[in-house]
C-alpha cells in the first residue's frame, strides 16, 4: 500500500512554543490530505481537510489561527500547532488521499505525539 | 442517528477464533468501504477495501458489503493475539474531498 510519513513522530514542548508537523506522501500524489487528533482510547477527530494550492477547511470548533495548515505542494501538508498550552497535548495523525483510477481511500501516517509542558 | 454505528467492544476472544466485525451506516450515497487496524499508539493502517456490494478476501480477512441492509463486516479467521488492536470502519461516497466517515472503532483482544 501507499506510504504516508510523519515528522516528528514525538515532540515535547513547553508551553506557549509552536510545533510544526510535517505529514508526506512518499509514493504518490495528493491533492487532498487530512489531519486528526486522537485523544487515549477516543476515535479520530477530523480537525481539518488539506488542499493543495488551496486554503484547508477547518471542521467545527476547530481553530484555524491556532491550527495553521500549509499545503504547498502535492506530497507535503505542514500542521503547526502556535502557542502550544498543555490542552493541545494529543496524538495527531494525517492521512493522504490516493485518487488514482478514482479510487478513494486514504493511507494513515504513524502519527505525531505531541505533549505540552 | 449517527451516519455510521460500530460497537466499541471491547471484544475478547480466544486464539484461533472467528471474529466478526460489523458497521451499519445510514446514508445510502456511500459506495467505498475500508476497514482499517490500529495499534496503541500508532497510525491507522489499511487492511481492506471494498467498492459497493460482495465479499473480499486476504489471507484471513474477509470485508462483506451488504448495501441493501447498510451493513458491512470484517472477518479474521484463525485469529492471533497479533490481531489485538482497534478495527475502525470507514465509508465514503467520493463526491470531492468529502473525508472518509469513520465509525468509533472496536477494541478487539485475542487472547493466547
Known amino acids: 500500500g501507499a506510504v504516508v510519513s510523519q515528522h516528528p513522530s514525538r515532540v515535547i514542548c513547553k508551553s506557549g512554543t509552536s510545533v510544526k508537523i510535517e505529514c508526506r506522501s512518499l509514493d504518490f500524489q495528493a491533492t487532498t490530505m487530512f489531519w486528526y487528533r486522537q485523544f487515549p482510547k477516543q476515535s479520530l477527530m477530523l480537525m481539518a481537510t488539506?488542499?493543495?494550492?488551496?486554503?484547508?477547511?477547518?471542521e467545527q470548533g476547530v481553530e484555524k489561527d491556532k491550527f495553521l495548515i500549509n499545503h504547498a505542494s502535492l506530497t507535503l501538508s505542514t500542521l503547526t500547532v502556535t502557542s502550544a498550552h498543555p490542552e493541545d497535548s494529543s496524538f495527531y495523525i494525517c492521512s493522504a488521499r490516493d485518487e488514482l483510477w478514482s479510487t478513494d481511500t486514504q493511507y494513515f501516517g504513524p502519527g505525531t505525539r505531541l505533549t505540552v509542558l | 442517528q449517527k451516519e455510521v454505528e460500530q460497537d466499541p467492544g471491547p471484544l475478547s476472544v480466544p486464539e484461533g477464533a472467528i471474529v466478526s466485525l460489523n458497521c451499519t451506516y445510514s446514508n445510502s450515497a456511500f459506495q467505498y468501504f475500508m476497514w482499517y487496524r490500529q495499534y496503541s499508539r500508532k497510525g491507522p493502517e489499511l487492511l481492506m477495501y471494498t467498492y459497493s456490494s460482495g465479499n473480499k478476501e486476504d489471507g484471513r480477512f474477509t470485508a462483506q458489503v451488504d448495501k441493501s441492509s447498510k451493513y458491512i463486516s470484517l472477518f479474521i479467521r484463525d485469529s492471533q493475539p497479533s490481531d489485538s488492536a482497534t478495527y475502525l470502519c470507514a465509508m465514503s461516497s467520493y463526491s470531492g474531498n468529502t473525508p472518509l466517515v469513520f465509525g468509533k472503532g472496536t477494541r478487539l483482544s485475542v487472547i493466547a
Open positions: 488539506s488542499n493543495e494550492g488551496s486554503k484547508a477547511t477547518y
